[in-house]
């Protein structure tokens, strides 16, 4: 079922330094019913609109090296831009060189089976039988794959251990069988990839102990502050922007995007920042 979706965006504003900020909002559902009522969606706007008007004014941190703290929206886009592809079992053909790129690459994880890819507290688990998840559409949902294989819910990483990966019908040496996760697309042959990735942990802890945390981690490294990112932009590994393509502003590609929303954490909780050209 195609997902039906309302995207609201304000694409951008300038910065006094004359820098252009953007910010984004989505809401997705395979329902229209289910989409936010008219006054949720005004209310989010005006939150992403603030948080452009403080961003306008905000100093720039140009440079940083120390700890950094993903929280609110950064923290699953760190999980799907980063984690999550390379969950793929994917086999590329023995012709594809490692330079050419594209969705023929393998796994940089699949030489780790049975070995730490997370701390041990976290764990994975993907689920495409899976249709909703705390009162949340989960749009990965279906029941057979795009080859004609049942969907299965799979334990990718247990204590931090890579059990297994993502698999369609090509095998590979370590994995001889599809689980059921060939997804394709009016575009793409269907490929082996994460459904509905549910990231858990056994030891979770509050924001304000995870920033606590990051203080005393920024302190020991003789740093005066330490960064907190809300919102990361999207990643550069698809399509080019047609302006760079119409200016020729290519920038080297990387799957996670630039800091979209971020904040400098001090001892005494001051100052918010905005996020410099650079990806953290």
């Known amino acids: 079922t195609r997902p039906f979706s309302f995207e609201g965006r304000r694409r951008s504003t300038q910065a006094e330094d004359g820098a252009t900020l953007r ?19 005004g209310a989010a706007i005006r939150k992403m609109a603030a948080e452009l008007g403080a961003l306008r004014g905000a100093p ?8 950094v703290l993903f929280a609110d929206e950064a923290a699953p886009t760190l999980f799907a831009d980063l984690f999550a592809p390379q969950l793929s079992g994917r086999r590329p053909p023995l012709s594809a060189r490692p330079s050419t790129g594209g969705a023929e690459q393998g796994s940089e994880l699949s030489g780790r089976l049975g070995r730490l890819v997370l701390p041990v507290f976290l764990g994975a688990v993907d689920d495409p039988t899976l249709a909703s998840d705390g009162g949340r559409t989960l749009l990965g ?13 799979l334990t990718l990483v247990d204590r931090g251990v890579l059990k297994t990966l993502a698999m369609g019908r090509r095998p590979r040496k370590e994995i001889a069988a599809s689980n059921g996760h060939a997804r394709g697309s009016s575009y793409l042959a269907p490929a082996p990839q994460v459904s509905n990735l549910l990231v858990r942990t056994s030891s979770g802890r509050s924001h304000e102990e995870l920033k606590k945390e990051l203080i005393q981690q920024a302190t020991a490294q003789g740093l005066p502050c330490a960064l907190l990112v809300r919102a990361l932009a999207p990643g550069r590994t698809g399509e080019m922007d047609p302006f760079e393509m119409s200016f ?14 971020a904040g400098t954490v001090f001892p005494d909780g001051r100052a918010i920042i905005r996020g410099t050209d650079d990806p953290v």
């Open 23 to 41: 910010r984004a909002l989505s809401f997705h559902e395979v329902e229209p019913s289910r989409l936010p009522t008219e006054a949720a969606l």
């Open 60 to 67: 720039v941190l140009e440079s940083y090296t120390g700890p």
């Open 141 to 153: 949902s279906y029941e057979v794959d795009d080859e004609g294989v049942p969907a299965r819910t």
């Open 248 to 261: 020729g502003e290519a920038r080297p590609r990387s799957p996670l995007g630039d800091p979209a929303l």
